[in-house]
């Protein structure tokens, strides 16, 4: 991603500004209404059990083309343009597309979950000097990955946008049942754990998921790379459990604009001093815009939280 010195973060929060940028795509305040739901990925509860031994599973194509290719374009006209990528939030169609994968979704995580926090898009040109993230596990929560009975609190869902293979950075994880466990560090590991290492191409359309104790990360291109990788990736989380980032929302809330641009922010905000990735250059005038609309997110549901409690207080 670009710097953006020099840019009027005025109209970035007006949604025009963001139509302009991909007319294509539609920003309303109830996305998820309309949104088609999809019958499960056929064996996804068989999955459910592999999900618990090896962490990471594969749903190929899960998602059509005319779904994911509007997306896709957005990215790239964001990365095009010099903006941050995770603004491709700012559309309907990225949430309809996680709200579609419902049944699927609720068969790993629990019935009435919750997406969001700590999103990311992706948009690597091809070429040696691209990359994914480095590796690590999602484990920022610690200890509150799994519940007492084993089944994961969130996961992570991650959506190839565009063809991912070995040749443009395709995502790699290590099983679960092939790791030994190093206290939340990625240093360390043994060669039998990188033998059982597993490339994971991934057709546009693809969601993959994973579980808090994954090693993952995201290859690097190369030269034969045909394509750029695009990618998204946020949170799916239980909703009878606490929750682990502000920016979750239901599957029948709204997302008005306003609070895609909080939660985008939070993610510029969360990930600008991340090792993961070096190409994240936030200018201060990016950095000031996060931070007056993750403000005024927080703010927001704080008023919302307030409200709630005084209903069940009367
Ligand atoms: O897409 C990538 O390169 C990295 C994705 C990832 O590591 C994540 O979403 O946690």
Not at 194 to 208: D, E, H, I, Y
Not at 277 to 304: C, I, N, Y
Request: charged fraction near 20%.
């Amino acid at each position: 991603m670009t710097d953006v010195d020099g840019e009027d973060f005025g109209r970035w929060a007006e949604p025009s500004f963001w139509l302009e940028t991909c007319p294509w795509m539609t920003i309303s305040d109830l996305p998820f209404q309309t949104a088609q739901r999809l019958d499960p990925a056929p064996g996804t509860n068989l999955e459910r059990e592999r999900q618990l031994t090896e962490g990471y599973l594969r749903f190929d194509d899960l998602f059509a083309a005319d779904t994911v290719e509007p997306i896709r374009q957005a990215v790239e006209t964001l990365d095009s343009l010099g903006l941050p990528t995770p603004f491709v939030y700012a559309f309907d169609e990225v949430w309809k597309l996680y709200a579609s994968a419902e049944s699927t979704l609720e068969a790993l995580v629990g019935e009435d979950f919750l997406v969001g926090g700590d999103l990311w898009a992706w948009h690597l040109p091809p070429g040696p000097s691209s990359s994914g993230w480095g590796p690590h596990r999602d484990d920022q929560f610690a200890n509150e990955g799994f519940n007492a009975d084993g089944n994961p609190t969130h996961i992570s869902l991650w959506v190839a946008l565009s063809d991912a293979d070995e040749t443009n950075g395709c995502m790699y994880v290590l099983p679960k049942d092939q790791s030994e466990w190093h206290g939340g560090s990625v240093d360390g590991l043994t060669l039998q754990e990188a033998s059982s290492v597993r490339a994971l191409p991934a057709s546009a359309g693809t969601l993959l998921s994973w579980t808090s104790d994954v090693l993952h990360w995201g290859g690097k291109s190369t030269s034969r790379a045909q394509r750029a990788r695009t990618s998204i990736c946020l949170y799916a989380q239980r909703n009878d459990y606490r929750r682990l980032t502000t920016d979750m929302v239901g599957l029948s809330s709204s997302v008005p604009f306003v609070h895609r641009l909080g939660i985008i922010s939070r993610a510029l905000i969360r990930y600008r001093r991340s090792a993961l990735h070096p190409d994240l250059v936030a200018s201060d005038g990016l950095l000031a815009f996060a931070t007056e609309h993750e403000q005024r997110f927080q703010k927001w549901l704080a008023v919302m939280h307030a409200v709630a409690n005084a209903g069940t207080d009367a």
